[in-house]
C-alpha cells in the first residue's frame, strides 16, 4: 500500500512537472540530430466561400479609405513606410548608397524577383516544410515550389556548380541547431525591395534551432565587395503545424502579365 | 491593422510561406478611371503574382472585346477564403475595375457582381479611414 500512494504521487508529480514545462521536449532523430521534420509556420487558411455567397475582402492598409484615390498609391506608401522604420537594415559601403538608392528608386522595373525570377536565399525566407534524412536535410517553399537539398554528411561544397539563386548549401548540427552555409550565388537576387543587391561573392549562414514545438530561423548576410559589414536577419520564430490541412500545396505558377503595362515608376 | 500588415511584411521577408514579388499597382492603374464592364468570364487564370480574369464584353452593336482584369495575388484571395470556383468561369458579370494607365484593354478588378446579385470584391484599404 505504501509502495502504490508513492507510485501514485510520483505519478501525479510527474504529471504537474510536465502541464508546467514551458514547452514541449526537442525530439530526436534515430541518429541523435536535433529533428526538423515539419510544417513550420504556415497560416491556416480559412474556409472556402461556396460559390454563390458574397464575400467583400479587404487587404490591410492602415489609414487608407478603400472608397478614396489614394488606395494604389496608399499600398506603396505603406509598404515603403515600414519597411524604412525598420531598424534592421543592410549597410552598404559608403560608395555604393548612390547605386542602392537608384536600384530603389526604380524597383518598380529592376527589382529582379518581379519577372517570375526566384526570390532566391536569403529574400526567399525560412523553408515551409523541412524534411530531414541522416546526412542530408530538404528544404521545401511552399510558396515557390522549390526546393533546397543541404547535405549534412560533412562533405564540402561542390566545385562543379554554376552560380545560381539559391547558392550552394552544406549543413551542419551544433546541438539544437542546423548551421546551413551558403556560397556559390548568382547576383541576379535582391536582399529586399529596397534595391539591396549583392555580389557573387555574398556568403549567407543559415542558422535554424529547434525548441520544442518552435523553429527560430536567422540568417547572416556577408558580402566582401558591397557590405560594409555582415547583415543579420531575425530571429523569426515558427511554429510546428499540426493540423493535416496545412499540408503543403501545389503552388499557381508565376506568370508575367504586367511588365508590357507599367507607366510609371511607382513602387512598393 | 497595422499590425497585421507588418507582421505580413515580416513573413514576407523572412517567414515561411513568403509572396512572389510583384508589381505597384499605382504603376499600372489609374485610380481615377473607374470602369463598368459587363460581360462573360472566358477564362480565370489562376497564377502568381496576380489572378488574372479573362472577359469578353459585348457592346450595344454586338461587337466582342476581349478585357483582362488584375486582382490580388491567389495566395491573398485564398486567405479571404476566395478560391477559383469564386471567379464565375462561363457566367456572364458586371465588373468594377480601374483602367490601366496604357489605356489598353487591361484593368484592376475590385468587385465582380453576378446575374442573382451577390458580390465577390477583394480590395484594398482600411474601413476605419472613411470620410
Redo the contacts between chains.
Keep these: 500500500m505504501k509502495f502504490a500512494a508513492a507510485t501514485a504521487l510520483a505519478v501525479a508529480l510527474a504529471a504537474v512537472s510536465a502541464a508546467q514545462s514551458p514547452s514541449p521536449s526537442t525530439p530526436r532523430t534515430a541518429d541523435g540530430k536535433v529533428d526538423l521534420n515539419g510544417i ?4 491556416p ?5 461556396k ?26 506608401r ?2 515603403v513606410n ?2 524604412a522604420a525598420a531598424a534592421n537594415k543592410p549597410e552598404y559601403k559608403p560608395e555604393l548608397l548612390a547605386k542602392v538608392k537608384e536600384l530603389s528608386d526604380k524597383q ?1 522595373v529592376l ?1 529582379p ?2 519577372y ?1 525570377k526566384p ?1 532566391g536565399v536569403p ?6 516544410q523541412i524534411v530531414q534524412t541522416p546526412g542530408q536535410v530538404v528544404f521545401l ?4 515550389n522549390l526546393f533546397r537539398v543541404i547535405p549534412t554528411d560533412g562533405r564540402p561544397h561542390r566545385a562543379d556548380a554554376d552560380p545560381s539563386y539559391m547558392g550552394d548549401s552544406i549543413g551542419r548540427f551544433e546541438g539544437d541547431t542546423l548551421v546551413v552555409d551558403v556560397t556559390n550565388f548568382n547576383d541576379d537576387t535582391w536582399l ?2 529596397d534595391g539591396y543587391f549583392h555580389s557573387e561573392k555574398m556568403h549567407v549562414v543559415e542558422r535554424l534551432t529547434r525548441n520544442g514545438d518552435v523553429l527560430t ?1 536567422t ?1 547572416t548576410v556577408e558580402d566582401p565587395l558591397v557590405l560594409a559589414k555582415p547583415w543579420t ?2 530571429p ?1 520564430n ?1 511554429k510546428l503545424s499540426t493540423n493535416p490541412a496545412d499540408a503543403l500545396l501545389e ?5 508575367e ?12 | ?2 499590425r ?3 507582421a ?22 489609374d ?2 478611371k473607374p470602369i463598368t464592364l459587363q460581360g462573360t468570364v472566358t477564362k480565370v ?6 489572378v ?1 480574369v479573362f472577359l469578353d464584353v459585348k457592346d450595344a452593336s454586338g461587337k466582342v472585346t476581349a478585357w ?1 482584369l ?1 486582382s ?1 495575388s ?3 484571395a ?6 477559383r ?2 471567379f464565375g468561369q462561363g457566367q456572364t458579370v458586371t465588373v468594377l475595375a ?1 483602367h ?3 489605356g ?1 484593354n ?1 484593368g ?1 478588378m475590385r468587385r465582380m457582381t ?1 446575374a ?1 446579385g ?10 476605419e ?3
Design positions: 513550420w509556420g504556415v497560416a487558411l480559412p474556409p472556402a466561400v460559390p454563390g455567397q458574397s464575400v467583400r475582402w479587404l487587404l490591410p492598409l492602415k489609414g487608407v479609405d478603400p472608397e478614396g484615390a489614394d488606395v494604389f498609391k496608399g499600398l506603396d505603406v509598404q515600414a519597411r518598380g527589382d524577383a518581379f517570375c526570390q529574400r526567399m525566407g525560412a523553408p515551409a517553399y511552399a510558396a515557390s529586399g525591395s530561423y540568417v536577419r531575425g523569426a515558427m503552388a499557381p505558377p508565376c506568370v502579365h504586367d511588365a508590357p503595362h507599367i507607366v510609371t515608376l511607382d513602387h512598393h | 491593422m497595422k497585421t500588415l507588418l505580413a511584411l515580416a513573413a514576407l521577408a523572412l517567414g515561411g510561406g513568403s509572396l512572389s514579388a510583384h508589381h505597384s499597382f499605382a504603376a499600372e492603374f485610380i481615377n487564370e489562376w497564377v502568381n503574382p496576380h488574372y483582362s488584375s490580388l491567389p495566395g491573398a485564398r486567405r479571404a477564403g476566395v478560391t470556383a469564386n480601374y490601366s494607365k496604357d489598353s487591361f484592376f453576378f442573382d451577390h458580390t465577390v470584391e477583394l480590395w484594398l484599404g482600411d474601413d479611414a472613411k470620410k
